[in-house]
């Protein structure tokens, strides 16, 4: 059963467009894209997600050693298409235990990022990159500064990649030793990719 759109901020109920405004409504954030969960970690669902994807699909790849990559979500309807996406990866955290990683791309002032890392949002905020990067992801030929954000219970970095924001959320906040070394990234709207995923259980931390 395909569950209902909600807040890609809260995950509170949303109101469908209306005779008196073409946009979703929260009650509590106003208008929004709606998030909606892609079924699985599976080809399929990854499909779902790269249909009317207007903003980069990232994945780390290669995958960190025995990682495998756990869901998808999306936000956003057919009139705006998709504005925000996440795709969930999880593995072995190097410092021990599961590991999970959101990777969140979107544009500006959508707050699926900022919702996932537990943050008011919708933007990480004017001041989050006022000193040096903490880290690096890299895409293509060229690497670009991601920033630690302060967020509860997990390690949350942002940075602005080709126009869009980029949000690497870890769980536990010791997986953030993950991004020691630069992240390289592939967005898979990109065609002319042979990738074979390997696909797990669904992850937990998936919005919605």
Do not use: Y
């Amino acid at each position: 059963m395909r569950k209902a759109p909600t807040c890609p901020r809260c995950g509170g109920p949303v109101r469908e467009p209306s005779a008196w405004s073409s946009a979703w409504q929260c009650g509590l954030h106003g208008e929004v894209d709606p998030l909606r969960t892609v079924s699985g970690p599976s080809a399929a669902g990854l499909e779902g997600l790269l249909r009317g994807a207007v903003v980069p699909v990232w994945l780390p790849w290669p995958l960190p050693t025995a990682w495998l990559v756990t869901g998808f979500a999306g936000a956003g309807d057919e009139r705006s298409g998709t504005r925000g996406c996440a795709v969930a990866v999880s593995g072995p955290n190097p410092v021990g235990g599961p590991g999970e990683m959101l990777l969140v791309s979107e544009e500006l002032g959508v707050g699926l990022g900022a919702g996932c890392a537990g943050l008011a949002g919708p933007d990480p905020g004017s001041d989050f990159a006022a000193g040096l990067p903490h880290a690096l992801v890299r895409f293509g030929h060229h690497e670009f500064p991601v920033w630690n954000v302060d967020a509860p219970g997990r390690a949350a970095f942002v940075g602005e990649v080709m126009g869009n924001w980029l949000w690497l959320i870890l769980w536990p906040d010791t997986a953030g030793v993950l991004l020691v070394e630069p992240l390289e990234l592939r967005d898979l709207r990109d065609p002319g990719q042979d990738l074979d995923l390997p696909f797990g259980a669904p992850s937990p931390r998936l919005p919605g």
